[in-house]
């Protein structure tokens, strides 16, 4: 029986070996054949502002500037733009031919950019910035973002790129522990003053963490409008969207009127809505010093109880430490442990009888509430209007963007960007992710589908194989069966020795004695003294000596052999 298991299950075992082979075989053609890569050109080069792809490291050393400043108001040591930037593959599911720009420092300040193919000036057209991040090693405390910067206009103002360069808009992600985050700031100049202002967008209801915790690839995508609605798309899904002039904080415009900083609460302003009834007074058998609860005075000690004895004593086994010092631990003392002696008894040690309520209890006296009728409101200064007050409908209409550049620090490294697109056109940005994002997740689909889809899809092609799969759950559980039942029909080897009853072993070899060998319980066998002949020893039916042994003994008369059988 077991050689036709284990036949089975190497059987079996073959079979899922050729197809996971045969799978195997099938996600390779898929990677390499299917998911070719070519470095993305835009659709229409008229509407593009600045496209970069990071294939060329070539072009890329013409085209990108590190930053060499330095941080204000900051230790020397830190505050140097030194961070280290390298074009390289995805660490994973990298498509042959594709490079990134990968941030490879960690806790260090890093800033690079790029100035735009042509400066974009917020006037009638739509601003769409796009680019692909990747955080490979994770992130625990820092941001992927761009910032779309104004004022630059050549190389050697990219030199000085540092974190108080103005921008006009941030984008993009940022985490910092459990605060997971997407931005999109820009600057708002006040028409008024001329003062620059952040504005910050309210947080998407939508979910961002799963973006900056997966370590794949996630396309962000910010669309303004001249309208200033804008949208912010992670992975082309909608995840915010909203106005320049409602969704950010401090908002734009500020209020019409604002509250009277110098108007001040009258004093006689009474803000109570309730007051207690004065009319009521304390009933004279109120008594407020009676305590909550009381001793039960009808309470007896449980009987049984060990009054003199301590509900826990120094535990007998515990030693002092041999590092033990009394000068500087003070004297040494077992630790209790609850004394065995109690622990059949209700209880040990002084008993006190329990507490319970104080039927008098009625806590302190308080005067019911009435209607104020006094009652003004709540106090609100009084409104003026607002000198500051302006109302600019435009917030759209920004600083012209000439550079991006991205200025970043993070406690992880190795953080990829790739497919950077900004342009005025979402058809250009669409074409764009469909020729490099689309085709990465593709790949990631295909390569981490889970065995059971592998599995079904390729049954789906050879259909026999759902026989298999049955065979190979229907033998394990007949097995089971099997054994289970045949565990049932014998019996254990300790129980078969509780008993006097000779086992199948014992009985073979006594039935081949004759019965004239045995009388009643002992016949003396003529042996050497004090000799036994064990019967035990003749168990084994396949046993040829032990056989023979049987067969040759002297049938009754001829001669005085005898045989002393043991019991058991």
Known sequence: MKRKVFFTFYIFACLVIAIAQELDD???IDTVDYFPYESPQPSDQSKVYFSEHFDNPADFEKKWTKSEAKKENIEEDIAKYDGLWELEPPQKHALKGDLGLVLKSRAKHSAISALLDKPFIFKDKPLIVQYEVMLQDGQECGGAYLKLLTGISNNSNLKEFHDKTPYSIMFGPDKCGGDNKVHFIFKHKNPKNGSIEEKHCERPKERVDEALSDKLPHLYTLILRPDNTF?????????????????????????AEIEDPTDKKPSDWDEREKIPDPNVVKPDDWDEDAPPQIVDESAVMPEGWLEHQPAHIPDPKAKKPEDWDTEMDGEWEAPLIENPICADAPGCGKWEPPLISNPL????????????????GKWRPRKIPNPDYFEDKKPFEMQPITAVGFELWSISRDILFDNLIITEETDVAEDWASATFDIKRQKIT??????????????????YLWAVYILMLAVPVVVLIYVCQRKGDVKPEAEKKKTDEP????????AKATISELHDDEVEEETPENEEVDVEKNSDPDSEEDNEAVENEPAEGEGTRKRKVRKE
């Not at 086992?503 to 006594?510: A, I, Q, R, V, W």
């Open 26 to 28: 099938e996600v390779t």
């Open 231 to 255: 949208d912010i798309l992670i992975d082309r899904k909608t995840v915010k969207s909203g106005s320049l002039l409602e969704d950010f904080s401090p908002p734009v415009n500020p209020p």
């Open 361 to 376: 209890y009625k806590g302190k006296w308080r005067a019911p509430l009435i209607e104020n009728p006094n009652y003004k």
């Open 446 to 463: 295909s390569q981490s589908a889970s065995v059971m889809e592998k599995v079904a899809n390729f049954t789906n092609q050879y259909p």
């Open 503 to 510: 086992t199948k072993d014992e009985e073979e070899p006594l």
